[in-house]
């Protein structure tokens, strides 16, 4: 801690979590440092998020947003059958951001001072005093408290915990965005104002519409507007389709890029092999409803996530801890990788501000709830990948999974506005 009492934070990452953290930690009093690997902003990164309340809770919770401003609603939940009829529809109310707009409006918030594209942590050491971090490129920096928000393949947890690595759930997330102006009327009709499961014998698909970036596509105007664009037939549809694909060269093939480069997490949209994009579209025609087969086979650029399973007996070491996706990262079932990521960012501050910000004892006062989280939200959505993906018991109609404390917290309970 300085002089004058501050206490001087270093959050690695800047995704999600590390941006929650970097604001949040501001916020109680903490001199915060954002270190991100990438040297570009990691605007093309992702597609949609389902919302939830803690995703957002640093946008709305000053009243700088609301829900119904910046995130795309679904007023029902439809399964669709392979002709195209409706299996199954309930009321639900559910939105959804994207990515790029989501990070662009918190870095806006944290602002680019001390949010530092380029820098690697290689490593740390601690002792009684704080924490010193080696940077890949050289260089080392002093802080009091290290957030480490790196990710599934995070380089702290492998120094802190080197038995725990990510567990492949044996299958991946094949992913894009059209614009909802590509899609016939027919289409849109059948996907606009839901969000629409296909269930597959092992397997499934879902869209739901996000938000352009201001409906000109033009992220110039989108830095001077600052609002999403919700208006039905101006935004995009956001689809994930899962599929099964067996360890060893099947997977490695998948995850090697067009460059010939074997990925680890992702291939970026553009990077896929053409011939897997086109056995996509070729499944899709044969296997998918109407309306999901037009839109993916309208998205210039499927790419792929792999899922994984991670969970870590221990979060917090000293002066150093683990959040979001190093710590525990969720198979996306439960739509709530982001909300934990805000979640486990808000409860640090808490602690923080409630030991005064002693940080060894505000972490151990911190750890327990986020521990009991990650297990119970992993849990879930293992249980419910398993279900869906390896078993074929998933039954059209059934409630989603979505939720981070529990199935259903991720409703938005403002009124459906248009
Ligand atoms: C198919 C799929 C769909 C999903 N859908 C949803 C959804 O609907 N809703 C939801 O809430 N979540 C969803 N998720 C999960 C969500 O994407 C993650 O849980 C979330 O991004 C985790 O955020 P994070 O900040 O912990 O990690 P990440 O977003 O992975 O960020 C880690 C950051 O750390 C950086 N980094 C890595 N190593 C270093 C280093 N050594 N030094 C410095 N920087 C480093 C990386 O470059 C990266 O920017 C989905 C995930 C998948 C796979």
Redo the contacts with the bound molecule.
């Keep these: 801690m300085s002089a004058g009492g501050q206490v001087h934070a270093i959050v690695?990452?800047?995704?999600?979590?590390?941006l929650i953290a970097g604001l949040v930690l501001r916020d109680v009093g903490c001199d915060v440092t954002v270190?991100?690997?990438?040297r570009v902003t990691?605007e093309g990164?992702?597609a949609?998020?389902?919302l939830?309340p803690s995703?957002i809770r640093y946008l709305t919770h000053e009243g700088l947003y609301a829900p119904q401003q910046i995130g795309a609603p679904a007023r029902k939940l439809r399964y669709l059958r392979r002709d195209g009829s409706v299996a199954s529809e309930q009321p639900c109310s559910y939105r959804f951001i994207s990515?790029f707009w989501l990070y662009e409006a918190l870095l806006t918030q944290f602002g680019r001072d001390r949010y530092h594209l380029g820098?690697?942590?290689?490593g740390f050491e601690q002792d009684a005093d704080g924490v010193t971090v080696h940077l890949?490129e050289g260089g080392s920096r002093r802080c009091d408290l290290l957030v480490c928000?790196?990710?599934?393949?995070?380089?702290?947890r492998g120094l802190l915990l080197p038995q725990v690595s990510p567990s492949y759930a044996g299958y991946v997330?094949w992913?894009g965005t059209v614009s909802e102006a590509q899609l016939t009327g027919a289409s849109f009709g059948a996907l606009h104002e839901a969000i629409t499961y296909h269930l597959l014998r092992r397997g499934h698909i879902l869209a739901y519409p996000i938000p352009d970036f201001d409906g000109s596509v033009s992220p110039a105007r989108w830095r001077r507007t600052r609002h999403p664009t919700l208006e039905p037939g101006h935004r995009l549809t956001n689809w994930?389709w899962y599929r099964n694909v067996t360890e060893g060269p099947e997977l490695d093939d998948l995850l090697t890029d067009s460059s010939g480069v074997r990925r680890s997490v992702?291939v970026a949209p553009g990077a896929m092999q053409e011939h897997h994009v086109k056995e996509l579209r070729e499944v899709a025609a044969r296997d998918l409803p109407p309306s999901l087969a037009e839109m993916l086979t309208k998205t210039a650029e499927p790419f792929v996530?792999?899922?994984f399973d991670i969970e870590v007996p221990r979060m917090a070491f000293g002066r150093v801890c683990l959040?979001?996706?190093?710590a525990f990262?969720?198979r996306?079932h439960a739509?709530?990788?982001?909300?934990?990521?805000a979640e486990d960012a808000w409860k640090l501050a808490e602690a923080l501000e409630a030991c005064s910000l002693d940080v060894e004892r505000a972490l151990m006062r911190w750890e327990p709830g986020q521990l009991a989280l990650g297990r119970s939200a992993l849990g879930r959505t293992r249980d419910a990948g398993n279900r869906v993906q390896m078993e074929g018991t998933w039954r059209d109609g059934e409630p989603l999974p979505f939720g981070l404390y529990e199935t259903g917290d991720s409703a938005l309970l403002t009124p459906y506005s248009r």
Excluded: N
């Design positions: 690695v990452g800047g995704s999600m979590g590390g270190l991100e690997r990438s990691l990164r992702g949609g998020i389902v939830h995703t990515y820098h690697e942590l290689a890949t928000a790196d990710g599934i393949h995070s380089t702290a997330g992913r994930v992702s996530q792999v899922v959040i979001g996706d190093a990262a969720l996306p739509a709530a990788g982001t909300a934990k990521a």
